[in-house]
C-alpha cells in the first residue's frame, strides 16, 4: 500500500513537470501579436505641413533607392498610397475652356483616383501675382505640398530656379524638357519630372479637318506667341491640312493658303498682346472660312459664332480642353485636346509611395483606346460642325495614322527654302520639338 502510494505520488509529480515544461517552452516561442504594427513600417503623415520647404521624407529622391530594397512583407495601403498635398500653378483660371483648366481638370483625375485624401493647393493666374512662378511654389511648400506642379512652358525658367532651390521636392513640369537627355535644354535636376503630350498627332487632325470643310481654300492659324512648340502645332496643323488637301481631296496644292498670326501670348493681354477677338474677325472677314487655334482661350469658336449668326459660313476648331466646342458646338469642327489625368495619376501615385525617378516624357495618343479618358495623353473631339461625309473621312485619316503614317517625312522644307528632311527621311524627336521655322507654304512669322 505505501510503495503504491509513492508510486503515484511520484507520477503526479513527473506530469506536473511536463506540463510545466511545456508551459515554458511555449512562453520562450511566442510569436508577437500580428495586429501591432512595427514601428518602423509606419509611414510618416504626408499632410502635415513641413515647418521648412524640405520635403518630408517618403517623396525624396534617396528614398526611391529604398523603396526598391524594401522587405518582402506587404506593405501597408498607407504606406503605398500616401496622400499627398499637391502644390499646382496655373498661367490661367482654371476654367478658361482650354490649357489651364485641361491641367486642373488632370490633376483632379488623379485625386479622384487615387482616392486616399490627397488635395490640392491652387494658384491660378499666377503671372496676376506679385511674386514669381517660383516664389509662389515656396510658398505652397510652406502651406504644405510635397511636390509642386507648374503648367505653362512659359514657367520654364521659374521651375528650374525652384527645383534648384528645393532639390527635396518633386517638381513636376507640364510641357518641359529640362529632363530630356538627348534635348538641347537638359539640366538634369534629381527632383523634375516633364510630362507632354504628343499633340502634334491630333493638330494634324485639326488641320485636315479644316481642309476637308473649307469652301474657299483659306484656312487661318490663331497662335499664341512664337517658340518651338508653337512652331511645331502650328506646323502639323499645316501637315494635316496639306495631306487632306491633296491625297484625300485632290486639289491643287497652290490653291491652298494656311497663315498663321501670332497674339504675342498664350491669352488676350490687353496693350500687351494682340487681340484674339480682332484677329480672329480679320481672318473670317477676309475669306477665311476655317480658323484653328493655338490660344488658350475660346475666342476663335466664339467669333465663329458671332459671323455665322451674321450669315456667313464659317468654322473654328479651338484648342486643349475637351469640351471646348461646347461653347459655340454648331460651328466647331472639333477639338485637339490634352489627357493630363493617365500621366499625372501614374507620377503622383509614384511619388507618393516613393518609387518615382527624375525623367521626360513625350506621352502619345492611345491609339486603341481613343478618346477614352483613362488612357492617352491626347485626343481629338469631333464637332458637330463637321459633316457626317467629312467625319467619315477624318475617322479614316485617324486610322491611317494609328497605323503608321507619319507626316513628318519628307520632302519637307522649312519656310525660307532650307532642307529640312529629305525625301522619305522621317524627322526625329528632337528635329520636331526643336522646329527652327515654320514649314515651307505656310504664311505667318517664324520668329
Same mark, same amino acid.
Given at each position: 500500500?505505501? #510503495? @503504491? @502510494?509513492?508510486?503515484?505520488?511520484?507520477?503526479?509529480?513527473?506530469?506536473?513537470?511536463?506540463?510545466? &515544461?511545456?508551459?515554458?517552452?511555449a512562453a520562450t516561442t511566442q510569436a508577437p501579436v500580428p495586429t501591432q504594427a512595427p514601428v518602423a513600417t509606419?509611414? $510618416?503623415?504626408? !499632410?502635415?505641413? $513641413?515647418?521648412? !520647404?524640405?520635403?518630408?521624407?517618403?517623396?525624396?529622391?534617396a528614398a526611391t533607392t529604398a523603396a526598391t530594397t524594401a522587405p518582402t512583407t506587404a506593405p501597408t495601403v498607407a504606406a503605398t498610397v500616401a496622400p499627398l498635398t499637391i502644390g499646382m500653378i496655373l498661367v490661367g483660371p482654371k476654367n478658361d475652356g482650354g490649357w489651364s483648366q485641361s491641367t486642373y481638370d488632370g490633376v483632379n483625375y488623379a485625386i479622384s483616383k487615387m482616392n486616399n485624401g490627397s488635395k490640392l493647393l491652387l494658384v491660378e493666374n499666377a503671372f496676376n501675382e506679385k511674386s514669381t512662378p517660383a516664389q509662389i511654389a515656396g510658398q505652397l511648400v510652406?502651406?504644405?505640398?510635397?511636390?509642386?506642379?507648374? #503648367?505653362?512652358? &512659359?514657367?520654364?525658367? +521659374?521651375?528650374?530656379?525652384?527645383?534648384?532651390? #528645393?532639390?527635396?521636392?518633386?517638381?513636376?513640369?507640364?510641357?518641359?524638357?529640362?529632363?530630356?537627355?538627348?534635348?538641347? +535644354?537638359?539640366?538634369n535636376f534629381p527632383n523634375m519630372i516633364d510630362i507632354m503630350g504628343r499633340m502634334e498627332y491630333m493638330k494634324e487632325i485639326a488641320g485636315c479637318a479644316a481642309a476637308l470643310t473649307t469652301q474657299t481654300g483659306k484656312i487661318?492659324?490663331?497662335g499664341p506667341l512664337i517658340n518651338p512648340?508653337?512652331?511645331?502645332?502650328?506646323?502639323?496643323?499645316?501637315?494635316?491640312?496639306?495631306?487632306?488637301? !491633296?491625297?484625300?481631296?485632290? @486639289? +491643287?496644292?497652290s490653291a491652298l493658303t494656311f497663315s498663321v498670326t501670332w497674339i504675342g501670348y498664350w491669352y488676350n493681354e490687353p496693350g500687351i498682346t494682340l487681340d484674339p477677338t480682332q484677329v480672329a474677325d480679320n481672318f473670317y472677314n477676309t475669306g477665311f472660312d476655317v480658323v484653328i487655334s493655338g490660344i488658350d482661350t475660346t475666342e476663335a469658336l466664339v467669333e465663329a459664332q458671332k459671323m455665322t449668326n451674321a450669315?456667313? @459660313?464659317?468654322?473654328?476648331?479651338?484648342?486643349?480642353?475637351?469640351?471646348?466646342?461646347?461653347? /459655340?458646338p454648331n460651328v466647331c469642327l472639333g477639338v485637339p485636346y490634352f489627357n493630363w489625368g493617365p500621366a499625372l495619376l501614374q507620377n503622383l501615385e509614384a511619388i507618393s509611395n516613393s518609387t518615382w525617378k527624375p525623367h521626360f516624357e513625350w506621352n502619345p495618343p492611345d491609339w486603341a483606346n481613343f478618346d477614352n479618358p483613362d488612357y492617352g495623353a491626347v485626343g481629338f473631339n469631333i464637332? /458637330?460642325?463637321?459633316?457626317?461625309?467629312?467625319? /467619315?473621312?477624318?475617322?479614316?485619316?485617324?486610322?491611317?495614322?494609328?497605323?503608321?503614317?507619319?507626316? *513628318?517625312?519628307?520632302?519637307? #522644307?522649312?519656310?525660307?527654302?532650307? %532642307?529640312?528632311?529629305? /525625301?522619305?527621311? %522621317?524627322?526625329?524627336?528632337?528635329?520636331? *520639338?526643336?522646329?527652327?521655322?515654320?514649314?515651307?507654304?505656310?504664311?505667318?512669322?517664324?520668329?
Open positions: 500500500m505505501t #510503495n @503504491k @502510494k509513492l508510486w503515484l505520488f511520484t507520477s503526479v509529480l513527473l506530469v506536473l513537470a511536463m506540463v510545466l &515544461s511545456a508551459c515554458g517552452g509606419q509611414a $510618416p503623415a504626408p !499632410t502635415e505641413a $513641413p515647418a521648412t !520647404t524640405e520635403a518630408p521624407a517618403a517623396p525624396t529622391v510652406s502651406q504644405g505640398a510635397q511636390v509642386v506642379i507648374f #503648367n505653362s512652358d &512659359s514657367f520654364m525658367d +521659374d521651375s528650374n530656379t525652384f527645383a534648384e532651390a #528645393n532639390p527635396k521636392i518633386p517638381t513636376i513640369m507640364l510641357s518641359g524638357d529640362q529632363e530630356w537627355a538627348q534635348g538641347q +535644354d537638359y539640366k487661318g492659324f490663331l512648340e508653337t512652331r511645331r502645332l502650328a506646323s502639323s496643323a499645316y501637315l494635316g491640312a496639306k495631306y487632306c488637301w !491633296t491625297q484625300i481631296l485632290k @486639289k +491643287d496644292p450669315g456667313k @459660313k464659317v468654322f473654328a476648331l479651338p484648342y486643349d480642353y475637351i469640351d471646348a466646342c461646347s461653347g /459655340a464637332g /458637330a460642325g463637321l459633316s457626317a461625309d467629312n467625319k /467619315a473621312t477624318l475617322e479614316k485619316f485617324i486610322s491611317d495614322l494609328a497605323g503608321g503614317l507619319n507626316l *513628318w517625312t519628307g520632302p519637307i #522644307n522649312l519656310q525660307d527654302g532650307t %532642307v529640312y528632311l529629305k /525625301a522619305g527621311e %522621317v524627322a526625329t524627336d528632337q528635329q520636331i *520639338w526643336y522646329l527652327p521655322q515654320l514649314l515651307e507654304g505656310m504664311l505667318g512669322k517664324s520668329s
